[in-house]
């Protein structure tokens, strides 16, 4: 327990301390974390053989990210990325493949070896691109969409070659010993050091392991439409927040291990998931659940690698590592860059698309792991790809500097298409869709306006389903659950939750988090309309207030006054209310009863006795065949 403590203490500290230090020198959260790791590990020692074991563990951010990635695209927009995930993805992985592969070759190493070094260099980091292309506000982009899409190609793409390289082994592979001898490896040892644990294909033919696997990606696609939403259903009753978190986790954990029990990719599997979930009335509550475990994860992940990079190994062989780093970026580069002219994106776009995804990816450690352990792969030649790996991530957040100013020197303005998005969003939120909140959001969607509708009474939202209007399960109090559902990017917030201390706490936080947030309100009662003034509400609608005002109208127009002098009359009396309601609000103080206080009852008084004088002065200008008393 100690040691835990100490390590645990050891990794937040460095993370706390060289993070924001990062983040405030522009050189962002990534560089960092792995700033953090070589202080922490090479640099004092005060982490060692635990590293790898952290890592394997910090690797489930990864997974992690795929599934809350997975529930951004709905299926229909994974379907229109279709042609660049073929298309684009698949010329990169291709040609990246091929290309490494010939240098390789050209290097004195076997085909086999060669084809497996190709695989290993034709992916990207997903944890590093994605991390800093949404720091930096670039995933709308035209160059960060095609980055994705590369980037979810390359993830789908581990799978066949996980499949592939144990077909790569090569028996002549062989290492030293100290007195000159040959050591060969026991093949059959590595490769069952590789299979270890539970598997539920292991002995079976080849069409047996196709069967079971399709089966459990059909059944994970099945429970993810049908049996999630009752699962959760049954949470919302136990009202017990945490249990929320909990099922979360084992939605995602779950996953990961069924998909490994089958030999799958456990972030292919639970991206897979995240996608039969994206129409899930419970999408922004797994999101916000699940977001600051990622986020943890993650960053343990890139301390782990500077913790773990051999610096006596780099230190001797540094300009060999640095060298062949930078020479598969380069050769990567230009791959992309041509595809990026391919593709027909623009200049900042493409140097976006091609500075992103040079470098090697977390998905290498992996494969070179597994390389070595299967024989497709020698130690040796394992340990020093596993440097020139960490070595390229190590430089990526250096090459988005370069982007940035490769950017400011182009001077182009951003393009965003709203056409295309990763993360399609309303830009309306209505926080709460009661029978107020239902008129709101029919009147904005009829107009042709998409909303995003959040409510924490999950009947109410299965009900708006049942009728085709789409709505989501959330916490309204909680504020990763608003910004989950797209506040940062939102135009308008309409506040008409019930609670007045929730609505006045969500508009307090809004107004904070976005200061140019155009907010409207509903409020119960006059209090309650200085309270969401005080808030930051920009528009307050008391609940009451139009109907009423109509009922009035009514009742005059039933009295014999017109149409349209009824409609003055209910016209002025509501401008006059408004301007009321604005000076009082100013006099209210918090925490004082109206009636204790003197100066609002003064106002308050005078007001009413201007509102009777403006309204006998328009009846008195209305036609007397109209006027109330020529009726009777």
Same mark, same amino acid.
């Given at each position: 327990?100690?040691?835990?403590?100490?390590?645990?203490?050891?990794?937040?500290?460095?993370?706390?301390?060289?993070?924001?230090?990062?983040?405030?020198?522009?050189?962002?959260?990534?560089?960092?974390?792995?700033?953090?790791?070589?202080?922490?590990?090479?640099?004092?020692?005060?982490?060692?053989?635990?590293?790898?074991?952290?890592?394997?563990?910090?690797?489930?951010?990864?997974?992690?990210?795929?599934?809350?990635?997975?529930?951004?695209?709905?299926?229909?927009? $994974?379907?229109?990325?279709?042609?660049?995930?073929?298309?684009?993805?698949?010329?990169?992985?291709?040609?990246?493949? $091929?290309?490494?592969?010939?240098?390789? %070759?050209?290097?004195?190493?076997?085909?086999?070896?060669?084809?497996?070094?190709?695989?290993?260099?034709?992916?990207?980091?997903?944890?590093?691109?994605?991390?800093?292309?949404?720091?930096?506000?670039?995933?709308?982009?035209?160059?960060?969409?095609?980055?994705?899409?590369?980037?979810?190609?390359?993830?789908?793409?581990?799978?066949?070659?996980?499949?592939?390289?144990?077909?790569?082994?090569?028996?002549?592979?062989?290492?030293?010993?100290?007195?000159?001898?040959?050591?060969?490896?026991?093949?059959?040892?590595?490769?069952?050091?590789?299979?270890?644990?539970?598997?539920?294909?292991?002995?079976?033919?080849?069409?047996?392991?196709?069967?079971?696997?399709?089966?459990?990606?059909?059944?994970?696609? $099945?429970?993810?439409?049908?049996?999630?939403?009752?699962?959760?259903?049954?949470?919302?009753?136990?009202?017990?927040?945490?249990?929320?978190?909990?099922?979360?986790?084992?939605?995602?954990?779950?996953?990961?291990?069924?998909?490994?029990?089958?030999? $799958?990719?456990?972030?292919?599997?639970?991206?897979?998931?995240?996608?039969?979930?994206?129409?899930?009335?419970?999408?922004?509550?797994?999101?916000?659940?699940?977001?600051?475990?990622?986020?943890?994860?993650?960053?343990?992940?890139?301390?782990?690698?500077?913790?773990?990079?051999?610096?006596?190994?780099?230190?001797?062989?540094?300009?060999?590592?640095?060298? %062949?780093?930078?020479?598969?970026?380069?050769?990567?580069?230009?791959?992309?860059?041509?595809?990026?002219?391919?593709?027909?994106?623009?200049?900042?776009?493409?140097?976006?698309?091609?500075?992103?995804?040079?470098?090697?990816?977390?998905?290498?450690?992996? %494969?070179?792991?597994?390389?070595?352990?299967?024989?497709?792969?020698?130690?040796?030649?394992?340990?020093?790809?596993?440097?020139?790996?960490?070595?390229?991530?190590?430089?990526?957040?250096?090459?988005?500097?370069?982007?940035?100013?490769?950017?400011?020197?182009?001077?182009?303005?951003?393009?965003?298409?709203?056409?295309?998005?990763?993360?399609?969003?309303?830009?309306?939120?209505?926080?709460?869709?009661?029978?107020?909140?239902?008129?709101?959001?029919?009147?904005?969607?009829?107009?042709?306006?998409?909303?995003?509708?959040?409510?924490?009474?999950?009947?109410?939202?299965?009900?708006?389903?049942?009728?085709?209007?789409?709505?989501?399960?959330?916490?309204?109090?909680?504020?990763?659950?608003?910004?989950?559902?797209?506040?940062?990017?939102?135009?308008?917030?309409?506040?008409?939750?019930?609670?007045?201390?929730?609505?006045?706490?969500?508009?307090?936080?809004?107004?904070?988090?976005?200061?140019?947030?155009?907010?409207?309100?509903?409020?119960?009662?006059?209090?309650?309309?200085?309270?969401?003034?005080?808030?930051?509400?920009?528009?307050?609608?008391?609940?009451?207030?139009?109907?009423?005002?109509?009922?009035?109208?009514?009742?005059?127009?039933?009295?014999?006054?017109?149409?349209?002098?009824?409609?003055?009359?209910?016209?002025?009396?509501?401008?006059?209310?408004?301007?009321?309601?604005?000076?009082?609000?100013?006099?209210?103080?918090?925490?004082?009863?109206?009636?204790?206080?003197?100066?609002?009852?003064?106002?308050?008084?005078?007001?009413?006795?201007?509102?009777?004088?403006?309204?006998?002065?328009?009846?008195?200008?209305?036609?007397?065949?109209?006027?109330?008393?020529?009726?009777?």
């Amino acid at each position: 327990m100690d040691d835990f403590l100490f390590n645990a203490s050891v990794f937040l500290m460095a993370a706390v301390i060289a993070v924001p230090i990062a983040s405030r020198l522009g050189l962002g959260s990534v560089l960092g974390y792995l700033a953090a790791g070589l202080i922490i590990g090479p640099g004092l020692g005060l982490v060692g053989g635990e590293v790898e074991d952290l890592r394997h563990f910090a690797e489930f951010g990864v997974v992690m990210m795929l599934f809350l990635i997975g529930l951004e695209l709905e299926p229909r927009a $994974l379907w229109d990325m279709r042609d660049r995930l073929i298309g684009l993805g698949g010329l990169q992985i291709g040609l990246t493949l $091929l290309a490494i592969a010939g240098f390789a %070759l050209m290097l004195g190493q076997t085909w086999q070896t060669s084809l497996a070094i190709g695989m290993i260099f034709a992916l990207s980091s997903t944890a590093i691109v994605l991390q800093t292309l949404t720091e930096k506000g670039l995933m709308q982009t035209a160059g960060g969409r095609a980055s994705f899409s590369v980037l979810l190609t390359q993830d789908i793409a581990v799978i066949p070659m996980l499949a592939l390289l144990p077909l790569l082994a090569v028996p002549a592979v062989m290492s030293f010993a100290p007195d000159g001898s040959v050591v060969r490896p026991d093949t059959e040892a590595h490769i069952e050091d590789a299979h270890h644990g539970l598997s539920l294909v292991e002995g079976l033919p080849g069409w047996g392991v196709t069967l079971v696997t399709i089966g459990v990606i059909l059944g994970v696609i $099945l429970a993810g439409r049908y049996l999630i939403g009752p699962i959760f259903r049954f949470i919302y009753h136990t009202r017990l927040r945490e249990m929320y978190v909990a099922i979360a986790l084992l939605i995602v954990i779950g996953i990961a291990f069924l998909m490994t029990l089958v030999g $799958l990719s456990p972030a292919l599997g639970t991206f897979l998931a995240g996608v039969v979930l994206a129409n899930s009335e419970f999408r922004h509550e797994m999101e916000a659940n699940l977001e600051p475990f990622k986020g943890l994860l993650l960053g343990l992940f890139f301390i782990t690698v500077g913790a773990g990079i051999n610096v006596g190994r780099l230190a001797d062989d540094l300009g060999t590592i640095l060298g %062949l780093a930078l020479a598969i970026m380069a050769l990567k580069g230009v791959i992309l860059f041509g595809l990026a002219l391919l593709f027909g994106l623009r200049r900042r776009d493409r140097w976006l698309f091609t500075l992103g995804l040079a470098q090697a990816g977390e998905f290498g450690f992996v %494969l070179i792991s597994f390389a070595t352990q299967t024989n497709a792969l020698g130690d040796a030649l394992g340990s020093l790809l596993l440097l020139v790996v960490a070595m390229s991530m190590l430089l990526t957040p250096l090459f988005f500097i370069v982007y940035e100013l490769v950017s400011r020197r182009l001077g182009e303005p951003v393009e965003i298409s709203e056409s295309d998005t990763v993360a399609p969003r309303g830009r309306i939120i209505v926080a709460g869709i009661g029978r107020f909140g239902q008129v709101v959001n029919r009147m904005v969607q009829m107009a042709g306006y998409e909303t995003t509708v959040l409510d924490n009474n999950i009947n109410t939202i299965r009900l708006m389903r049942r009728f085709g209007f789409k709505g989501y399960f959330g916490d309204l109090t909680r504020t990763d659950v608003l910004h989950a559902a797209g506040l940062d990017d939102a135009s308008i917030l309409v506040v008409t939750m019930d609670g007045k201390a929730d609505a006045i706490k969500l508009v307090e936080y809004a107004r904070k988090a976005r200061p140019d947030l155009f907010i409207v309100a509903r409020a119960h009662d006059r209090v309650h309309v200085y309270e969401l003034y005080r808030a930051g509400a920009d528009k307050i609608v008391r609940e009451m207030f139009d109907s009423s005002l109509r009922a009035g109208r009514y009742v005059l127009e039933g009295m014999g006054m017109s149409d349209f002098d009824a409609s003055e009359l209910e016209r002025t009396f509501y401008q006059l209310d408004r301007a009321a309601m604005r000076e009082l609000a100013e006099l209210w103080v918090p925490g004082v009863p109206v009636e204790e206080n003197a100066a609002y009852l003064e106002r308050a008084h005078q007001l009413n006795r201007d509102l009777e004088t403006a309204l006998v002065r328009e009846l008195d200008d209305a036609p007397e065949d109209d006027h109330p008393r020529a009726a009777e």
